[in-house]
T-cell receptor, first 111, second 119 residues
Framework: RKEVEQDPGPFNVPEGATVAFNCTYS??????FFWYRQDCRKEPKLLMS???SGNEDGRFTAQLNRASQYISLLIRDSKLSDSATYLC????????????FGSGTQLTVLP | EAQVTQNPRYLITVTGKKLTVTCSQN?????MSWYRQDPGLGLRQIYY???????DKGDVPEGYKVSRKEKRNFPLILESPSPNQTSLYFC??????????????????FGSGTRLTVV
């Protein structure tokens, strides 16, 4: 079983739609959680952190469910520029190996 | 500008010919790491370094070497490249604040990537 699993998609949605991605992680000792965004053939960039209480950044909302070991990302009013691959990332408490990446969910927002 | 610089961006080489991909960061970060990215497999860690002269294996270290003689540089060495090392490679760096590794993700900066093809 992969440590971090995501639905690879692709998700094709019309502009203005709301879309949600889920990600599950296998290690209950995972401590920190992030969503990264990766544009085609470019480097990943931090989109947002995920806090236990849930957090929002403009049109993006991230949530964490420790009991079920999953995190989610909700994008409201999607824009063409949101088209990218979204990577779920977790870290283990005290782990020197740092970040573990999911394989990503591909989103295409259509005009 | 704070950045992680990788070179080259693209490289085509032949099996067995030693190569080095360079990585340099100007942010005085303690932590540096190499990843490879393959379709369907995501980013997998090759090696990482916690500081000068401190390196350790990640998930897929076979066929790779690294060194960390200076804080800013973390080259990836393929002594005898093979076609299964054809991939997109990323270098990344991060500060480690007070030994709190869990906060690494907040400050993780990637280089622009190196697309390597081994024929």
């Amino acid at each position: 079983r992969k440590e971090v699993e995501q639905d690879p998609g692709p998700f094709n949605v019309p502009e203005g739609a709301t879309v949600a991605f889920n990600c599950t992680y296998s290690n209950s000792a995972s401590q920190s959680f992030f969503w990264y965004r990766q544009d085609c053939r470019k480097e990943p960039k931090l989109l947002m952190s995920v806090y236990s209480s849930g957090n929002e950044d403009g049109r993006f909302t991230a949530q964490l469910n420790r009991a079920s070991q999953y995190i989610s990302l909700l994008i409201r009013d999607s824009k063409l520029s949101d088209s990218a691959t979204y990577l779920c990332v977790v870290t283990l408490s005290g782990s020197a190996r740092q970040l573990t990446f999911g394989s990503g969910t591909q989103l295409t927002v259509l005009p | 500008e704070a950045q992680v610089t990788q070179n080259p961006r693209y490289l085509i080489t032949v099996t067995g010919k030693k190569l080095t991909v360079t990585c340099s960061q100007n942010m005085n970060h303690e932590y540096m790491s190499w990843y490879r990215q393959d379709p369907g497999l995501g980013l997998r860690q090759i090696y990482y370094s916690m500081n000068v002269e401190v390196t350790d294996k990640g998930d897929v270290p076979e066929g790779y070497k690294v060194s960390r003689k200076e804080k800013r540089n973390f080259p990836l060495i393929l002594e005898s490249p093979s076609p299964n090392q054809t991939s997109l490679y990323f270098c990344a760096s991060s500060p480690i604040t007070q030994g709190d590794y869990s906060r690494v993700g907040y400050g993780y900066t990637f280089g622009s990537g190196t697309r390597l093809t081994v024929v």
